[in-house]
Each structure stands twice: as C-alpha cells, then as structure tokens.
C-alpha cells in the first residue's frame, strides 16, 4: 500500500516568510493549578526542546469566570524576562478580541488598547501573530482590519490571523484588510471533523493560510473517550497507533497533519512528558486506507 507524502518538520507560516515548527503548542491551560513562572519555564522548555517552536496563546488565557484574564500571557512574560535568549527561538502568537463579560470587543479603542496589553503582559516589543480570537459581529470589518493594520504598520505586530470565523467572515476581512491574512485558526480534531466539509480548509488551502488546529484531542475527549462515536475514532486511531507503535495522541496529531492543507495541531497538554511525545507525530505515515478509516469512525457512517 503506497505512502502518503511525508510531515515536513517545519512549514511556512502563511505567506510570510516565518518558518515555523509542524506542532504548535498551546497555552490556554497554562495558568491553571498555581503554575508558577518557574513551572511555566520548564514546559516551554520541553516544548521548544522537542522542537516545537510556535507558540500560542491569548490574553483570555487564565480568566476562569471571574479573574485571571491575561494570567497565561503575564507568566510566559516572566519566562521570558528571566531568560531573553528564549525569544529569538520562538514564534509567538497570541489573540485578542474577547472582553469578559462583554463578550466580544473589536472596536478601535478597545482592540488598540488589547495590543499594547498583550505587547506589556508579554514583555515584548512584537508579537509575531496576532489572532483576533472570535469575531466581533458589531465591529465592521473594515474598522477591524485599519487597527490590525495600523499595528503592523507601528511594528507591534508581524503578522496577522483570525480563530473561529466563517469563510465568509475570514473573506471579508481579508477584503478589507493591507496584509494578506496567514493563519486561521478552528477546532479541528478527529472528533471534530466540520471544517474537513465545510470549505474552511479549502479556502485556507486558496489563500495561503496555515490552518492551526486547536483541541486537536478535542480538549482531552480523545483519550478519556465516554461515548459511542468517540470510543470508535480512539479505536481506529489505535490500530494505527499500535502499528507505528506510538500513542493514540500522537497518532491524532499525525491524521491532522496529513491533510494537504498542512494543519499545524495546537498541543494542549501542560505535562512535559507528553509535549515532548507529541513531536514523534512528524515521523509517522499514513496510507489513504487507514487515513480515510480514521474519518469514517468520525463521521460514523460510511463514505458515500
Ligand atoms: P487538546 O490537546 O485537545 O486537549 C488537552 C487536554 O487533554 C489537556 O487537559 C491534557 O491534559 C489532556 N490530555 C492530553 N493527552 C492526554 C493523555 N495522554 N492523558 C490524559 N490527558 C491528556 O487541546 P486543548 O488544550 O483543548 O487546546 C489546545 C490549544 O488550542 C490551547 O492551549 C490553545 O492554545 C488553543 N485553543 C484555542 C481556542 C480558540 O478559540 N482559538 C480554543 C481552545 C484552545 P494534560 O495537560 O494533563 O496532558
């Protein structure tokens, strides 16, 4: 049974000339359980030690209801502080947009003011992609895009991508926008197939965007699996995985990866010994067989 082609270990981001790793990992949890910047150093350690050198996380990271808005990207600013050599290693990428209990707020002031909070929680002076985390449907877009422009313009951004927008919505702003868009960013994972038919990674693949898949194990659904549908996409992963001899995680990141749009999956995990397992993803090959059985378990019926 022939191969499909290899996972490069690095791919372009977008249209830009950054080079990023083919695994992202991901901050969003990054601020739970009282992890301290010296707990946060050593995970980002492990992550860019297994080569994993894009890094994402948003100013919501850490708010859990109530406080804790902008915790994940003030901790990785300690870490950054205390060891500046970490910052050339790595593409950061973090998001902004989201204002609890607003919920959303992409108007001019707001998302101006969101950037230049991002750049000082972070302690940097450029943020290297900069993702309006959901759309912010009474902003219009043309407004949205000046700011974002605007700040690559200032060099407080490099590059530009949105989360969770419609194709019509990731258009439209790019419409409107000077600097062509590079990421986009929804959940995708072998529980989470929608974006597969839905024409999201079809225009990504059109426009240049890498597509960043976040959830990738569908929040950890994957591998504690509790119903029908989940426990048969684990099993069709496990036969996999037990062949390439990895485990079911390593196996999911490696169905994403192989899809032609080149989907980087956003690891989720804070253990260091599974962010360093992950990066086992790039070496494993699929066949169109066991590829195609993988989302035949997700979609729970067969393929017409
Ligand atoms: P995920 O990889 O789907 O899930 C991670 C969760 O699964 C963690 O709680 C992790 O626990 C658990 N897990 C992983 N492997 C495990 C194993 N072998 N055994 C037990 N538990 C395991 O990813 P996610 O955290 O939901 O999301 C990943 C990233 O996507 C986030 O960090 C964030 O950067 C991004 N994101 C973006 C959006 C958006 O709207 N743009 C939304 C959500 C997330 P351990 O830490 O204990 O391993």
């Known amino acids: 049974m022939s191969l499909m082609p290899a996972i490069p270990p690095t791919r372009t981001l977008g249209s830009s000339d950054i080079v990023i790793s083919s695994l992202a990992w991901g901050m969003w949890r990054l601020a739970e359980d009282g992890r301290t910047a010296a707990n946060a150093a050593r995970l980002l350690h492990c992550a860019l ?6 890094l994402d996380t948003a100013d ?3 708010f859990d209801g109530s406080g804790g808005f902008g915790d994940a990207e003030a901790l990785l600013g300690e870490v950054l502080t205390a060891e500046p050599g970490l910052r050339g290693r790595m593409v950061l990428a973090t998001k902004g947009g989201i204002m609890p209990p607003l919920p959303y707020d992409q108007s001019p002031d707001y998302l101006r003011s969101a950037i230049e909070a991002s750049l000082r929680r972070l302690q940097v002076d450029t943020i290297d992609l900069y993702h309006i985390h959901r759309p912010d449907i009474l902003t219009h877009p043309q407004e949205v895009a000046r700011t974002l422009d605007d700040a ?23 419409y409107f926008l000077g600097h062509g868009l590079v990421s986009t960013q929804p959940e995708i994972s072998p529980l989470r197939i929608t974006c597969l ?7 990504a693949m059109r426009m240049g965007l890498t597509p960043l898949a976040w959830s990738p194990l569908g929040g950890g659904r994957l591998v504690h699996a509790e119903n029908e549908r989940d426990r048969a996409v684990a099993n069709a992963l496990d036969r996999i995985a037990e062949e390439a001899e990895v485990s079911r995680s390593v196996a999911a990141y490696s169905w994403l990866m192989a899809h ?3 989907i980087v999956p956003i690891i989720g995990s804070q253990n260091p010994d ?5 990066a086992q993803a790039t070496a494993m090959r699929w066949t169109r067989q066991d590829w195609y059985a993988v989302l035949v378990a997700a ?3 067969r393929l017409p």
């Open 60 to 62: 919501i990271y850490g």
């Open 299 to 301: 979609r729970g019926e």
């Open 152 to 174: 690559v313009a200032a060099g407080k951004i490099r590059t530009l991508g949105v989360s969770n927008f419609t194709t019509a919505q990731i258009d439209t702003l790019q």
């Open 49 to 54: 030690d297994a080569g994993i050198t894009l």
């Open 197 to 203: 038919a839905n024409g999201e990674l079809d225009q």
């Open 260 to 262: 032609p749009a080149g």
């Open 274 to 278: 599974r962010i360093a397992e992950a």
